[in-house]
């Protein structure tokens, strides 16, 4: 929606159906589909793998597939959370706020994003991004307190939506407040690592 605005075609693909038919009802062009089993018609100028890399069993597999969709001039903007954030120290995992065991398959540093993406046959250009904010904080520290439980894994990922309305109401509390404290930012930009590749070293 914010490139149609801007005068951009765009179109979206995702695998989960319910975002897709709610993307849709809003008029905007959307396929659920894996990447592997998309093929556009048409090239494009710029791809978006925003938080969707981590995500991803065989992120390198996705991006060579990828890669065959730009145009000549084109280019991938990646989005990750950086494995490297000064306040989520490699040495307590625990402690990392993206720690996610039923989503998160990979982690990122700027060295191992780079090699993936040079890996693909890609030039890239790979930075920090993103203030830690006390909101984040607060976020990790009780994060590492419950989820690794399985108590807390069986909740959030295999109860139906219709059976925790309670507990998706106070975890909706729960977000509100630590957008609230957002507001309050700590340290450099370092929350994430922001990406830009392309196939001719365009991106250098």
């Known amino acids: 929606k914010y490139f149609i605005e801007r005068g951009w075609r765009a179109i979206g693909v995702d695998i989960c159906e319910n975002a897709v038919s709610y993307a849709r009802s809003k008029g905007l062009d959307c396929y659920n589909v894996k990447a592997e089993s998309y093929n556009p018609n048409t090239k494009f100028d710029v791809i978006i793998l925003s938080n969707v890399l981590e995500h991803l069993e065989d992120p390198l597999g996705v991006l060579n597939i990828v890669k065959n969709w730009l145009s000549a001039k084109g280019f991938i903007y990646i989005?990750?959370?950086?494995?490297?954030?000064?306040?989520?120290?490699?040495?307590?995992?625990?402690?990392?706020?993206?720690?996610?065991?039923?989503?998160?398959?990979?982690?990122?540093?700027?060295?191992?994003?780079?090699?993936?993406?040079?890996?693909?046959?890609?030039?890239?250009?790979?930075?920090?991004?993103?203030?830690?904010?006390?909101?984040?904080?607060?976020?990790?520290?009780?994060?590492?307190?419950?989820?690794?439980r399985s108590s807390w894994q069986n909740l959030n990922y295999r109860v139906e939506t219709k059976d925790k309305e309670r507990y998706l109401w106070l975890k909706h509390i729960y977000g509100e407040i630590i957008t609230i404290l957002n507001f309050i930012s700590i340290g450099p930009d370092s929350r994430e690592l922001v990406a830009f590749a392309s196939r001719n070293n365009l991106v250098k």
């Open 79 to 148: 989005r990750v959370p950086n494995i490297n954030c000064r306040f989520l120290p490699s040495k307590r995992q625990s402690f990392i706020g993206e720690l996610k065991p039923f989503e998160h398959f990979f982690y990122f540093s700027k060295t191992n994003l780079e090699v993936l993406i040079n890996k693909a046959g890609l030039g890239c250009f790979v930075k920090a991004s993103g203030k830690i904010r006390l909101g984040d904080m607060i976020n990790c520290f009780l994060r590492s307190k419950v989820v690794l």
